[in-house]
């Protein structure tokens, strides 16, 4: 691999660009919407009782244990509550502060073993779909994925240079990995480098990898937490180990069941808006790395013959494996969700990057470049329209039609002959542009739209001011036929256990009930009634852009509830 001097009068300058993108990317508008699905609550919530209990050991939902996911982005958002409080925008913190850290990892490996391709890297890496969506999300996904890419990149540098210092990032940063998603770091980190091993016939680079400092410092960092929480909670070993690991790769005991195909489109939207530029790149370093496993076990089949390498820089070869492996891996899981095969995409933003330095100066087919330009149109044009036809169900009329056609012709046509007129150089120009657009737009025009009608905060709010105004503060909530992450997300914002009608728990004390709306649900009203026997229901108020309904419940028999409020048409 070449290692030749990086022009350092340009780094700094370099390295401001990438900064000030991710700036924006990641950490501009963390709060504008909020918490949105089912994790992103979820996990925000764990963190905030362990951090009111000061309990560093043991995560906790509604005070019993919670033992998914280790404890890292937990601690991590502990310490974002402790410094901003508690903040749904602080529960985002430590997948943005990972992220960051993460391409500026990639920008400075890249100048030091591929100079002239820092730049690139990080800013695709910075901007790719999937990428920034999780950078924004209160979730484990990018607690793994930073700290997994770190390791394998420092594996790279030894494997490279021989100097154990690189040996210590990478069981440093799989200590890392582990104690954010468990021992699914290790093992795919383990299965990439034995393969690139194995192919190259390199076994005793395969066991020098096997470093006692570094092993050391992997079981000094990650052990001590899976000790003490089995310490103090004995089912732990069951719930994280045989049934969110073992039981999750093998069966469907969480309905997450895909098709094996499932993550070939997912790759392909998670590349956005550089995937008919990082398809070609991983076509181009696969084609070179078969015929050299080829030709290398030709040799080995007829050891007097020198068939050569075709690729002499294994770099790439590396990287394909690392791309591969974990989407082949998870394929093979009943359950798949799109953020398992998010340690997998650093390996394709990076082949992208290598592939443009490359191919600099040379021609680009111009059905790549058209097929470029189409999607960057396609991304501002369908994002124009997202808030309004998709959330809000908004009919699109001609005219706003018309609009987004003309705004998506007009990016294509920029994109497509900036491109054949000026070259590859200006690529990562007019491909961030729109990319800084889109974004701009959700969080600025989108972003009320987006909370609205996929995160509980404004539910949250609309309850506060009924209970407020009827003097009902404090009572309990409980949730019937609503989705799961309206429960989860009340349940961090009003902090508080938020009980299920769907679970039987049906509160015997006053409380308030949010519902699905009788017209999305029809005869949800005579459901609760069949539910409350004898108990006194009113119906309080609404939140229509989620088709909701709040109710009023009286307590079970006289004497255990105020009056309830008055004046409110009934709810049945």
């Known amino acids: 691999m070449t290692t030749s001097r990086p022009n350092s009068s340009r780094s700094p300058v370099e390295l401001i660009l990438v900064a000030a993108f991710c700036a924006f990317l990641f950490f501009y508008g963390l709060g504008n919407f909020g918490l949105v699905g089912p994790d992103e609550p979820r996990y925000a919530q764990v963190a905030r009782e362990m951090h009111e209990r000061n309990d560093y050991i043991t995560p906790t ?32 913190l430590p997948s943005a502060t990972f992220a960051l850290g993460m391409v500026v990892i990639i920008f400075f490996h890249m100048r030091r073993f591929r100079p002239g391709a820092q730049l690139d890297a990080a800013l695709i890496t910075a901007s790719c779909a999937a990428v920034v969506g999780f950078s924004r999300a209160a979730s484990t996904d990018m607690q793994l994925a930073a700290p997994f890419t770190v390791a394998m990149l420092g594996w790279y540098a030894w494997y490279e240079t021989r100097k154990k210092i690189w040996l210590f990032d990478l069981y440093f940063f799989l200590a890392i990995a582990t104690l954010a998603k468990g021992p699914v770091a290790p093992f795919l ?13 390199e076994w005793k680079t395969a066991f020098k990898t096997l470093w006692p400092p570094g092993l050391g410092v992997f079981l000094l960092i990650s052990l001590p937490w899976f000790i003490l929480v089995q310490i103090e909670n004995p089912q732990f070993f069951r719930v994280f180990i045989l049934e969110h690991n073992l039981a999750r790769f093998s069966t469907d005991i969480f309905q997450h ?38 030709n290398l076990w030709a040799e080995k089949k007829d050891p007097g013959s020198d068939y050569g390498r075709i690729n002499p820089d294994p770099f790439p070869e590396f990287l394909v494996l690392w791309a591969v492996i974990p989407i082949l891996f998870f ?17 394709f933003t990076i082949l992208t990057a290598d592939f443009l ?134 349940s961090f914002y009003r902090n508080q256990k938020i009980f299920s009608y769907n679970e039987n728990e049906v509160p015997v004390v006053e409380h308030l009930l949010v519902a699905c709306a009788e017209s999305k649900c029809p005869g949800i009203r005579k459901q609760i009634a069949q539910r409350l026997p004898g108990r006194k229901v009113v119906r309080i108020g609404d939140f229509a852009p989620q088709r909701l309904e709040f109710y009023y419940v009286e307590a079970v028999g006289p004497g255990h509830a105020a009056a309830p409020p008055q004046g409110i048409p009934p709810g049945h």
């Not at 980190?189 to 016939?201: D, Q, T």
């Not at 590349?271 to 370093?285: G, I, K, R």
């Not at 899981?333 to 095969?341: A, D, E, R, W």
Request: proline letters at 6%.
């Open 257 to 294: 069941t895909k098709p094996f195909w499932y993550y070939g489109p997912i790759l392909l939207l998670a590349l956005v808006p550089w995937t008919f530029f990082a398809v070609p790149a991983v076509v181009d370093a696969f084609r070179a790395c078969f015929k050299d496993w080829r």
């Open 357 to 490: 330095l490359r191919m600099r100066g040379k021609k680009i087919s111009r059905l790549v470049i058209a097929a470029h330009a189409a999607m960057c149109g396609m991304i501002v044009g369908f994002f124009l329209v997202f808030p309004y036809y998709f959330l809000q169900g908004i009919a699109i009329t001609g005219t706003a039609r018309l609009v987004t056609g003309l705004i998506s012709a007009t990016v294509f046509l920029m994109v497509y002959f900036v491109l054949r007129r000026l070259g590859l150089q200006y690529l990562r120009f007019v491909t961030l542009l729109p990319v800084v657009l889109v974004v701009g737009f959700i969080l600025r025009v989108a972003a009320p739209t987006v909370d609205n009608f996929y995160s509980a905060r404004p539910v949250d709010r609309a309850i506060s001011g009924l209970t407020h105004q009827l003097h009902a503060d404090g009572r309990p909530v409980a949730v019937f036929e609503v989705r799961r992450d309206i429960r989860y997300g009340l």
């Open 331 to 347: 394929s093979l899981s009943q359950s798949k969700l799109p953020g398992y095969i998010l340690p997998a995409i650093a390996p």
């Open 189 to 201: 980190a383990g299965l990439i480098v034995l393969v690139f091993c194995y192919l190259h016939g």
């Open 61 to 92: 939902l509604n005070g019993e244990g919670w033992f998914e996911k280790p404890a890292l982005y937990y601690w991590r958002a502990m310490f974002a509550y402790e410094t901003f409080g508690v903040k749904d925008w602080a529960a985002r």
